[in-house]
Structure formats: structure tokens, C-alpha cells
């Protein structure tokens, strides 16, 4: 593992909720293209490459440190987002969490969970010898939520670009983005209100890394994002990188037949000033300088950057007009389309190309260098691909198939049924070149053909596949199998003559008759009342959804009326003979005490279980001939608090 404990004084202030939004791009400035580091743009979709660290940020002294150490991707820290036609927006800063340059993978740095954690990626290159004009730009989105910490306590995002070979910090590339109030160049406040503390955010910014003089150098591009020190605000950075290396200003190539050129200088400047190559005639100072018709070629002009304040260092950089671009259209490789998925076709754009796509059916954008394509068949597109002149038209062609695979399940039988009554459910998809059954998402060993016949309760769906290769999962059916419950019989009821009682039903099933239905006042009830003046044994047939039937049975006993009887006396001889103690119970549908006293007051007993009495005996010692007194309490059928109390004689 390798640690670095760095401290970076901020450049930028804002404030603590710190929701860092990365998006990176990168263009090359030199006399030729170039070809770009493998996998700097994440379009594998893996980090080869890169290297992934997680650690933890903290205050001391007035200084805020980041603690790094290398780990590889860690899940929910570096996670690969795939290009989404739906195209989501950040929760906070409401713009699409996919770059809009068009690249096909972002990553997100952190996560929304606070608690001093720290993120960090970092990419190394090395500049080829001879090379000494270069330019890299990346590009980046912010949201921040202004807590009002100490500037040192903040959740922060730092970029920090290093020459690696002399180990120097490129200053005028790196910075570090501290929330501390508003007041930054580009921001606007959030409609997302998720505490007091207002949430800046910064849309799609550009920074552009003059990397002049550095040819054989290596380079480490190093992106940090951390919470505040006191737990309690997070920071999150997503990073993308355009795969399209550049060595000269977009449009400084032109085509031969263009009839206008359009020059576009680096990205994220405050200002501009474009000048003739001897620097006496101020051409423009906008980013992006046209002329119609085309200058000559060979003819070179300059451009003046001024960066924000705390953004960069102030530059010069100079364009050679040259007539030689060449533009081959590429609609990307034949695509599949499996059950009106969309699918992505075409490549990377290119800056300064223009794109148009035929038929536009079916895609999300035909005006973009690679759509999502859901065409209603097997269709063919054509890309026209023209530089912003007008000139070098190309086209290429791209063949989208469609292929589609019915997931419908059909159920012969029934999807809920009771063991041994004779049912069962048989589920069948249509004919696929293959077939695999899942019960509860484990595969089912064996189960390959068109039905399967469901032996166990389970949510069961079968994965299909065609020859076109398409995979497509069917849809869920979730079987109940039930095994019926034994029936049981119920305690004896107690019901005072012609006085209703509440009867209880076990709560299982679906449905509850009681049989006969004689002096219920209904028979389908759970809990039906009791009234009548005659002792009644019922049966309760319950029945669940699937049809498994249970058979209960309890029987009701009329008494005349509720009250709590105990013996005038007792024989603890152990003779099986009037043993014990007790209170007997008529209609009291609870005991709350039985109480046993002797003559001076002592407590002999106590129990709320009519099932209990006294056997004459106090810690195992037999008491000798006495009068004692009892006192009991209990609730009647009828809710009501009775109480009794009384004499009874132990005889030995």
C-alpha cells in the first residue's frame, strides 16, 4: 500500500455540504494528433490504468490533511456509470451525471455518506519526446453546501497535477475547491433545499494545463474528494475523460473545401484576445473565432488566456491555419437490439465535426455523433459526418437488428394450491434456443425445457436465449404451495345464560365457518358472539387461499352465573384426594391473583394460574393444622372485575 499524507492550501472557497461533480476531458496540443493513453477515457469500462485509494481527511492545527492509500475500486467509492439514453441528472446540481461530450463511461468519485471519508484517482502518462507544446484540459462540475465550517474543516475537492519526473506540483493546474459562502465565478444556487445551508453548483466548466517544455515528462493527474472533519457533510466528484487527443486548436485544421473556419481556443478563461501572428491586429475576444472565407493556409494567429482568479496562469498560445483536415465518418460496429433495449451506435464525437444521422426513426438524438437506436425493426442508418466549414463530408453506415424475445410465462394449474388436494402448476414459455429455469434467482439443475412443473412454494422465471444473442429474462410467477395445518381443540369456554360472549377463531386462512351455526350471531366470523342458554360444541373450518383446510373445535358452557369458588377446606395428605388448594373458576375469562394467608398476615401463595394451588407446604416444609385466608381476583366474561375472599382449614 502505498500512504501520502499531503497538506494543499485551498485556491478556491465556497462551502461544507460538498457534492464534487468531476467531469474530466483531455486534448494534447502538439504538430500531430495523438494518440491517447489506453483506457485515460474509462471506454473499457474497467479501471485498467488508473489507481483507486480510499482513506479518511482530518483538522490539525488549522490544517486540513487527506490520508490516501491505495486499494483498488472499492464498491460504492469508484463505481463505472454506463451511458443511460434516459440521460439522469444529478440529484443536486441537476445536470446529467453521464459527460456530455458523449463518451460511454463516467466515474463516480465518493458517495453521499459522510464520515471523514476521502477518494482519491489518479492516472500517470508520459508526454513523447519532442513534444514540447502540449495541452491538457479537463472538465469539471461542482456542488457545494455552505455549512459555515472553518476553511480548514470543509469538505473539499482538490486537483492536483504533478510533474512526476522532477517531482514539481504544476501550481497553475492544481486547485482545491473549499466551500466558504458564494462568490465563485459561474455558480448559481440549487433548487435543492435539503437543510439552512445553500447549495452552489457549477454546470460544465473547463480547465485548460499548459504543459508546455515538459516533452518526456511523466504526468500524474491525481483527483481528491473528502468530507468535513466533523462527520457530518459529504463530497462526491464524477470524472470522465474525452477520448479524443488533439494537437491543435479545434478548427485549426481545416478543410479544403470548407467555406468557413471556426476556431476555438482552450476551455474555462475568463477572457479572450485573438491576435494576427505579429500581434498588432485584435482579431476577436470571444473563445471562438471565425472567419468566412478561410484564411490562407499557413496563416497563424494568437490568443491571450486570462484565467479566473485562483483558475490557472495567464497564456499565449498560437494556431497554424492549415488546409489539410481529413474526416472519415465512422457509424460504429452492427449492433443488436434485444426487446426494444436501445442501444448506442457510432463512436466518440470529435470537436469541430458536425453529425447528422438518416432515417432519424428510432434515435434519441440524430444530431449527435452516437445515439441510442430503438428502431421498430432491423434498420440501417447512414452518418454524415461534415467539419463546422461545411466541407469534407464523409458518411458510413451502421445496421441495427432487432430481435425480440417473448418473456411471457404461462401457468397451467394453479399459482396457489394445498398439498394432496391434486392440483399442481405447470409454467411454460415459448420455444428459445435455450432455456434455464430459476427458482428464488438460483438455477434450477436440469430444468431446461419449454415447462417445468413447480414441486415447492417459490418465485420462479426462466432465463432465454435466441440465436441472434439476445439473453432476455421472463417474467416472475410466485407459486404458494401450503401444507394444511392440524387442526386443534380450543380451552373451554365459559358463557353466562343468555349473556353474549366473544368467541375466538385461530387467525389462519382466508375464511372461518363455524358448525353448527346454532346461537352465533355469524357463523363466518372470526370472533362471532356466543348467546344462547345451552352448552354447544362447534366445529371451525378454516380455510386459506390456496384451499388447504384446517378443522378446529371448541365447546361453550352456559352457567347460570360468573364467580370464583374455593374449598372450605383441604387434605394435603397426598392421597390424590383434594391435595390442593385452589381457586375454580366459573365464566372468568382471566385470574389476576390467588392469594394465601395465614392468621398473622403472612403470604403464604400466589399464582395467576387457575391451573395452580397451594399443596400445604412453604419452602418444602409441611405447615401444620391451620386456618387460612384466601382472596382472589379475576375478569368475567362479561369484562367485569370480580372479587372474592374467604376462609379454608389445612387438615393433616
Known amino acids: 500500500m502505498n500512504n ?21 476531458s483531455f486534448c494534447f496540443s502538439s504538430s500531430q494528433a495523438q494518440v491517447c493513453p489506453p483506457n485515460i477515457d474509462f471506454e473499457t469500462g474497467t479501471f485498467a490504468g488508473w489507481k483507486c485509494y480510499i482513506g479518511s481527511t482530518v483538522e490539525v492545527g488549522g490544517q486540513n490533511f487527506i490520508t490516501l492509500s491505495e486499494s483498488g475500486p472499492v464498491d460504492g467509492r469508484h463505481t463505472m456509470i454506463t451511458a443511460d439514453p434516459t440521460n439522469p441528472l444529478d440529484a443536486y446540481g441537476g445536470f446529467p451525471i453521464n459527460c456530455p461530450n458523449g463518451s460511454g463511461r463516467t466515474v463516480r468519485l465518493g458517495n453521499d ?82 437543510s439552512n445551508a445553500p447549495i452552489w453548483c457549477k454546470d460544465w466548466t473547463a480547465v485548460s494545463i499548459n504543459l508546455n517544455g515538459h516533452a518526456g515528462k511523466t504526468i500524474r493527474l491525481f483527483f481528491k474528494s473528502a468530507d468535513c472533519t466533523f462527520r457530518r457533510h459529504f463530497g462526491y466528484a464524477y470524472i470522465d475523460v474525452n477520448s479524443e487527443c488533439s494537437g491543435e486548436f479545434v478548427g485549426a485544421s481545416y478543410c479544403a473545401d470548407d467555406t468557413a473556419v471556426h476556431v476555438t481556443a482552450p476551455y474555462g478563461y475568463q477572457s479572450y484576445t485573438w491576435f494576427n501572428n505579429t500581434f498588432t491586429q485584435v482579431l476577436g475576444n470571444q473563445q471562438t473565432i471565425s472567419f468566412s472565407p478561410p484564411p490562407p493556409p499557413g496563416t497563424s494567429i494568437a490568443v491571450e488566456l486570462i484565467p479566473y482568479n485562483g483558475y490557472g496562469c495567464p497564456d499565449t498560445l498560437s494556431a497554424l491555419m492549415i488546409d489539410t483536415l481529413t474526416i472519415r465518418a465512422n457509424a460504429g460496429a452492427d449492433a443488436l437490439s434485444c426487446n426494444n433495449r436501445p442501444v448506442q451506435i457510432g463512436v466518440n464525437p470529435k470537436p469541430g465535426y458536425v453529425y447528422s444521422w438518416l432515417p432519424t426513426a428510432g434515435l ?45 410465462v404461462s401457468v397451467a394449474g394453479k399459482l396457489s394450491f394445498c398439498e394432496g388436494n391434486n392440483d399442481s402448476c405447470i409454467l411454460r414459455v415459448t420455444a428459445a434456443g ?189 405447615q401444620a393444622s391451620q386456618v387460612v385466608v384466601w382472596m382472589a381476583e379475576g375478569i368475567g366474561i362479561d369484562n367485569k372485575v370480580y372479587r372474592r375472599k374467604g376462609t379454608s382449614t389445612l387438615i393433616r
Not at 449527435?368 to 461534415?386: E, H
Not at 436465449?465 to 392440524?486: A, F, L, Y
Open 434 to 622: 435455450s432455456i434455464q429455469w430459476y427458482k428464488d434467482n438460483v438455477p434450477i439443475p436440469g430444468a431446461t425445457q419449454r415447462t417445468y412443473r413447480v414441486s415447492s412454494s417459490g418465485t420462479y422465471h426462466a432465463l432465454l436465449g435466441n440465436s441472434d444473442g439476445c439473453s432476455e429474462s421472463s417474467s416472475r410467477r410466485t407459486v404458494v404451495i401450503e401444507t394444511p395445518v392440524p387442526g386443534i381443540v380450543y380451552p373451554l369456554q365459559f358463557a353466562v345464560n343468555n349473556t353474549p360472549v366473544q368467541l375466538q377463531a385461530r387467525t389462519i386462512g382466508s375464511t372461518a365457518l363455524w358448525s353448527p351455526p346454532l346461537q352465533l350471531n355469524n357463523p363466518a366470523l372470526y370472533t362471532p358472539l356466543f348467546t344462547g342458554d345451552e352448552d354447544q360444541t362447534y366445529t371451525i373450518t378454516l380455510t386459506t387461499n390456496s384451499g388447504c383446510i384446517t378443522r378446529d373445535q371448541q365447546t361453550v358452557k352456559v352457567i347460570p352465573f360468573i364467580d370464583i369458588f374455593v374449598p372450605t377446606g383441604f387434605t394435603p395428605n397426598r392421597d390424590g384426594l383434594n391435595d390442593v388448594l385452589r381457586a375454580t373458576l366459573s365464566g372468568i375469562k382471566e385470574l389476576r391473583y390467588f392469594k394465601i394467608f395465614n392468621r398473622w398476615g403472612q403470604l403464604l401463595f400466589e399464582t395467576a394460574n387457575p391451573e395452580e394451588g397451594w399443596s400445604g407446604t412453604i419452602n418444602g416444609q409441611q
Open 113 to 194: 455518506q459522510a464520515g471523514t471519508q476521502a477518494e482519491g484517482i489518479s492516472y500517470e502518462f508520459t508526454i513523447p519526446a519532442g513534444q514540447n507544446v502540449y495541452t491538457l484540459i479537463y472538465h469539471y462540475a461542482v456542488v457545494f453546501e455552505d455549512p459555515a465550517h472553518e476553511e480548514y474543516q470543509q469538505p473539499r475537492m482538490q486537483i492536483e497535477i504533478t510533474n512526476v519526473t522532477d517531482d514539481v506540483i504544476i501550481d497553475c493546474s492544481s486547485f482545491s475547491f473549499i466551500p466558504n459562502g458564494s462568490g465563485l465565478p459561474g455558480f448559481f444556487q440549487s433548487p435543492v433545499q435539503i
Open 4 to 24: 501520502r499524507r499531503l497538506s494543499f492550501k485551498p485556491k478556491l472557497l465556497l462551502s461544507t455540504r460538498i457534492v464534487i461533480l468531476l467531469y474530466v
Open 364 to 408: 434519441s438524438n440524430p444530431a449527435v455523433a452516437n445515439p441510442f437506436a430503438n428502431p421498430a425493426g432491423t434498420s440501417t442508418y447512414t452518418l454524415t459526418v461534415r467539419n463546422s466549414g461545411g466541407g469534407c463530408m464523409s458518411t458510413d453506415e451502421v445496421l441495427v437488428r432487432k430481435s425480440i424475445i417473448d418473456t411471457i
